[in-house]
């Protein structure tokens, strides 16, 4: 038997589906705006928490009610009012439309040429479907594969009922309730979220992926992710779809935390596509995400993203180099268009001896959107050897976006070795002029150019994730030349 | 072939072709000759359909269509091409990747499928091989750092491939040494045939010592002053273009 790859998981989605179950609406079950205590362990009990969570979320609202929220960003938007948003909403079954008649006919275009299935479109569009893909039975297939090599990939409500010790363990232990504002909301309210844990020496054999799991659980806007790779083991995640998500929830605020133990390998992709409002700059998603990954001896984490939505996103997916000969990476593309603002980056902190970190971020800035990089990389004062290459390269089209690089760097080392590098271009008439020449039309050239431009970032995503994120990038700065 | 009829051009508000009348027919090698600023690289611009420049008066037709209301791209699909002078950088593209998006993109505004792979493998095998063009230099990016010698022999491999029926070479020697320009040359020489017709913008006559033009016409001051053949590139390269300006009162 060869092995069960993504292909064949999708097959059995699409041949599959008919043969499972139909589901009963139930009543939406949300509780009242606002947040307090007695809410937090409201949201606690209903997920049938046990007694060190409930106090766990409970340490993290008192530390965020203290908490001021950050405004040293280079984004401006309506802060929004914390105690005007309902706080746990259980999965709500009633759909938004009735047929796909009644979903907005942009968005549908969209589909179409990202090339997801009718079903999927249903799902994504939030239109009634009578046959679901029942999650569980799906799961069944792809969690067995798992669990005869022992990995556990499952909801993070699921990982504390049946797995507590590796979740007290290790949650908070990179992202600390106190590491800021929205890290600590999330810690207080999280609906839910994803986990994984690699036991020691495997190598998990097919992308682990929140996409196969859209209607396992709602993931919510605050979501709580938790990736555990033990000693040896190697593992792939994705995260995100590149479909549009239109969600009504303005604010996100994720949390991620990996741990790469001795001689791990974790490699995390990301492809965000909230959004991003409309042409105006009116409504969109604030997507405040912390992500940060602990790596142990010769340990490695890769982070790469691909970020296309939100109205706002303030994201900075980091690395700390514990252990000596670690490795951390971080390849990023962010576009913005029409009035979305970006504040993007990565930490890198070096603490280990020999440990190296590679940063390659490619802004693109267009319409009148604002691009930033915010990046630090932070050297301590025994890790001897260390060294970091930097690159922030910046793509403007017309006049009235910007991009902007902030780049940190603290050196208490003086073996260390630091490059960083940056460029700023902008597509000029004159490439447009000489791709049309060559019979190529404009948004085909302006496509080829920004894919040219991404190219070293779009190679370090798993194959099949880097076409659709290339169609992504086309479909993000359609119009944005006139 | 190409019909340009009293063709008058001009960018912000600056006229620069002030009444250009010519005629060339399939099979042609035309010159295009004449001191800096006479209009040579805006006549190459505005015939492959450069939005900057604004045509006031005249016409340009191309198999009796007039070019007026085409796009760069929709006539670059009837068949002109223009190697550039400055051929501009693409980072992260590769040669390969550019041309094979040009070739798809010209079939489909024909209304054509995709060139299969194999086909397209085999063409550019034949076509770099034409040129001496080694396969590592098809990978690179896109004339990102490549010397002056490499960018022209790069234009002229992207015109063997697409194969127009009317090419312009604008001051294709310029930055090639007498090695590459005969490479260009020969390789020029190899496209030629009685269905298209090739147009030659130089200010020099060595060019012409490789690519033989039929036809050469002097432009000065944005009109053409004197059209003659072969002999009188010879006779410009042995009194410069003084003798033209003298001759001519504007």
């Given at each position: 038997m060869s092995k069960y790859t993504e292909d064949d998981l999708r097959e059995e989605l699409k041949t599959k589906e008919y043969e499972y179950g139909f589901y009963t609406d139930i009543e939406s079950d949300t509780i009242p705006i606002g947040l307090s205590e007695e809410v937090v362990k409201t949201i606690s009990k209903k997920k049938g928490e046990p007694a060190w969570m409930t106090d766990w979320r409970l340490e993290a609202f008192r530390i965020w009610e203290v908490m001021k929220e950050p405004e040293w960003a280079n984004v401006n938007y309506v802060k929004p009012d914390f105690q005007a948003i309902s706080y746990y909403s259980a999965p709500n079954k009633k759909p938004k439309y009735n047929s796909l008649d009644e979903v907005d006919p942009e968005l549908l275009a969209t589909f179409k040429k990202l090339g997801i299935s009718l079903d999927e479109q249903k799902k994504l569009s939030g239109v009634a479907m009578d046959v679901v893909i029942d999650s569980v039975s799906v799961a069944t297939t792809f969690k067995k594969t798992l669990s005869e090599k022992g990995i556990i990939f499952c909801s993070i409500s699921e990982a504390i009922q049946e797995h507590p010790e590796l979740v007290k363990k290790y949650i908070g232990s990179v992202v600390p309730r106190t590491d800021n504002f929205y890290a600590a909301l999330n810690s207080a309210v999280f609906s839910d979220g994803s986990f994984c844990y690699i036991p020691k020496g495997v190598k998990c054999p097919m992308e682990l992926s929140t996409y196969f799991r859209i209607n396992q659980a709602g993931t919510g806007q605050f979501e709580r992710t938790l990736v555990i790779a033990d000693k040896e083991s190697y593992v792939s995640y994705l995260e995100g779809c590149t479909a549009p998500s239109r969600d009504e929830n303005q604010l996100h605020a994720a949390v991620v935390e990996l741990i790469a133990l001795d001689e791990a390998e974790i490699k995390y992709s990301t492809v965000q596509n909230w959004y991003p409002g409309n042409a105006e700059g009116q409504g969109g998603v604030y997507n405040f995400v912390t992500k940060r990954g602990l790596c142990e001896k010769r340990a490695k984490i890769s982070w790469t993203q691909v970020e296309t939505g939100s109205a706002v996103t303030w994201k900075y997916p980091s690395?700390?180099?514990?252990?000596?000969y670690s490795v951390g990476e971080f390849y990023s593309i962010a576009v913005t268009n029409n009035f979305q603002q970006a504040d993007t980056g990565t930490k890198m902190i070096h603490l280990g001896k020999h440990t190296k970190s590679t940063i390659i971020s490619k802004g693109i800035s267009a319409g009148k959107s604002q691009n930033s990089y915010r990046g630090l990389v932070q050297i301590s004062s025994r890790a001897d050897q260390a060294r970091n290459f930097s690159q922030c390269d910046s793509l403007l089209m017309g006049d009235e976006c910007g991009a902007h690089t902030f780049p940190y760097i603290e050196v208490k080392n003086n073996t260390a070795k630091i490059e960083h590098e940056a460029t700023t271009s902008k597509i000029g008439e004159d490439q447009i002029f000489y791709c049309n020449q060559r019979g190529i039309a404009t948004e085909k050239a302006i496509a080829l150019i920004v894919n040219g431009f991404s190219k070293e970032v779009l190679n370090k995503l798993p194959m099949e994730f880097a076409v659709e994120a290339q169609k992504l990038l086309e479909i993000s700065l359609e119009g944005s030349v006139g | 072939m190409l019909k340009i009829k009293d063709l008058h051009a001009s960018i912000d508000d600056k006229d620069i072709l002030r009444g250009i009348n010519l005629e060339i027919k399939a099979g042609e090698v035309h010159a295009i000759m004449g001191p800096n600023g006479s209009g040579k690289s805006t006549l190459a611009s505005v015939i492959a359909g450069?939005?900057?420049?604004?045509?006031?008066q005249g016409s340009i037709e191309l198999d009796g269509t007039s070019?007026?209301?085409?796009s760069a791209e929709e006539r670059a699909h009837k068949g002109i091409f223009l190697s550039f002078q400055y051929p501009v950088e693409i980072p992260g593209v590769s040669v390969t990747n550019f041309i094979k998006t040009a070739i798809n993109e010209n079939r489909k505004g024909k209304g054509l499928e995709d060139m299969p792979a194999n086909e397209m493998l085999k063409k550019i095998k034949e076509k770099s091989e034409l040129l001496e063009i080694d396969r590592k230099f098809l990978s690179r990016s896109l004339n990102t750092g490549f010397s002056g010698g490499e960018k022209k022999r790069n234009e002229i491999f992207q015109m063997a491939m697409l194969e127009p029926k009317l090419a312009i070479l604008d001051e294709t020697d310029s930055g090639l040494d007498i090695d590459a320009m005969r490479i260009v040359a020969d390789g020029v020489n190899t496209l030629k045939n009685k269905n298209n017709a090739i147009v030659v913008i130089t200010h020099y006559q060595r060019l012409l010592d490789y690519i033989v033009p039929d036809f050469v016409h002097v432009l000065y001051n944005g009109r053409i002053v004197k059209s003659g053949g072969k002999e009188l590139a010879l006779e410009l390269e042995a009194k410069g273009y003084d003798w033209i300006k003298s001759d001519v009162t504007v």
């Amino acid at each position: 038997m060869s092995k069960y790859t993504e292909d064949d998981l999708r097959e059995e989605l699409k041949t599959k589906e008919y043969e499972y179950g139909f589901y009963t609406d139930i009543e939406s079950d949300t509780i009242p705006i606002g947040l307090s205590e007695e809410v937090v362990k409201t949201i606690s009990k209903k997920k049938g928490e046990p007694a060190w969570m409930t106090d766990w979320r409970l340490e993290a609202f008192r530390i965020w009610e203290v908490m001021k929220e950050p405004e040293w960003a280079n984004v401006n938007y309506v802060k929004p009012d914390f105690q005007a948003i309902s706080y746990y909403s259980a999965p709500n079954k009633k759909p938004k439309y009735n047929s796909l008649d009644e979903v907005d006919p942009e968005l549908l275009a969209t589909f179409k040429k990202l090339g997801i299935s009718l079903d999927e479109q249903k799902k994504l569009s939030g239109v009634a479907m009578d046959v679901v893909i029942d999650s569980v039975s799906v799961a069944t297939t792809f969690k067995k594969t798992l669990s005869e090599k022992g990995i556990i990939f499952c909801s993070i409500s699921e990982a504390i009922q049946e797995h507590p010790e590796l979740v007290k363990k290790y949650i908070g232990s990179v992202v600390p309730r106190t590491d800021n504002f929205y890290a600590a909301l999330n810690s207080a309210v999280f609906s839910d979220g994803s986990f994984c844990y690699i036991p020691k020496g495997v190598k998990c054999p097919m992308e682990l992926s929140t996409y196969f799991r859209i209607n396992q659980a709602g993931t919510g806007q605050f979501e709580r992710t938790l990736v555990i790779a033990d000693k040896e083991s190697y593992v792939s995640y994705l995260e995100g779809c590149t479909a549009p998500s239109r969600d009504e929830n303005q604010l996100h605020a994720a949390v991620v935390e990996l741990i790469a133990l001795d001689e791990a390998e974790i490699k995390y992709s990301t492809v965000q596509n909230w959004y991003p409002g409309n042409a105006e700059g009116q409504g969109g998603v604030y997507n405040f995400v912390t992500k940060r990954g602990l790596c142990e001896k010769r340990a490695k984490i890769s982070w790469t993203q691909v970020e296309t939505g939100s109205a706002v996103t303030w994201k900075y997916p980091s690395c700390i180099l514990k252990g000596d000969y670690s490795v951390g990476e971080f390849y990023s593309i962010a576009v913005t268009n029409n009035f979305q603002q970006a504040d993007t980056g990565t930490k890198m902190i070096h603490l280990g001896k020999h440990t190296k970190s590679t940063i390659i971020s490619k802004g693109i800035s267009a319409g009148k959107s604002q691009n930033s990089y915010r990046g630090l990389v932070q050297i301590s004062s025994r890790a001897d050897q260390a060294r970091n290459f930097s690159q922030c390269d910046s793509l403007l089209m017309g006049d009235e976006c910007g991009a902007h690089t902030f780049p940190y760097i603290e050196v208490k080392n003086n073996t260390a070795k630091i490059e960083h590098e940056a460029t700023t271009s902008k597509i000029g008439e004159d490439q447009i002029f000489y791709c049309n020449q060559r019979g190529i039309a404009t948004e085909k050239a302006i496509a080829l150019i920004v894919n040219g431009f991404s190219k070293e970032v779009l190679n370090k995503l798993p194959m099949e994730f880097a076409v659709e994120a290339q169609k992504l990038l086309e479909i993000s700065l359609e119009g944005s030349v006139g | 072939m190409l019909k340009i009829k009293d063709l008058h051009a001009s960018i912000d508000d600056k006229d620069i072709l002030r009444g250009i009348n010519l005629e060339i027919k399939a099979g042609e090698v035309h010159a295009i000759m004449g001191p800096n600023g006479s209009g040579k690289s805006t006549l190459a611009s505005v015939i492959a359909g450069r939005e900057d420049y604004e045509v006031t008066q005249g016409s340009i037709e191309l198999d009796g269509t007039s070019l007026e209301e085409l796009s760069a791209e929709e006539r670059a699909h009837k068949g002109i091409f223009l190697s550039f002078q400055y051929p501009v950088e693409i980072p992260g593209v590769s040669v390969t990747n550019f041309i094979k998006t040009a070739i798809n993109e010209n079939r489909k505004g024909k209304g054509l499928e995709d060139m299969p792979a194999n086909e397209m493998l085999k063409k550019i095998k034949e076509k770099s091989e034409l040129l001496e063009i080694d396969r590592k230099f098809l990978s690179r990016s896109l004339n990102t750092g490549f010397s002056g010698g490499e960018k022209k022999r790069n234009e002229i491999f992207q015109m063997a491939m697409l194969e127009p029926k009317l090419a312009i070479l604008d001051e294709t020697d310029s930055g090639l040494d007498i090695d590459a320009m005969r490479i260009v040359a020969d390789g020029v020489n190899t496209l030629k045939n009685k269905n298209n017709a090739i147009v030659v913008i130089t200010h020099y006559q060595r060019l012409l010592d490789y690519i033989v033009p039929d036809f050469v016409h002097v432009l000065y001051n944005g009109r053409i002053v004197k059209s003659g053949g072969k002999e009188l590139a010879l006779e410009l390269e042995a009194k410069g273009y003084d003798w033209i300006k003298s001759d001519v009162t504007v």
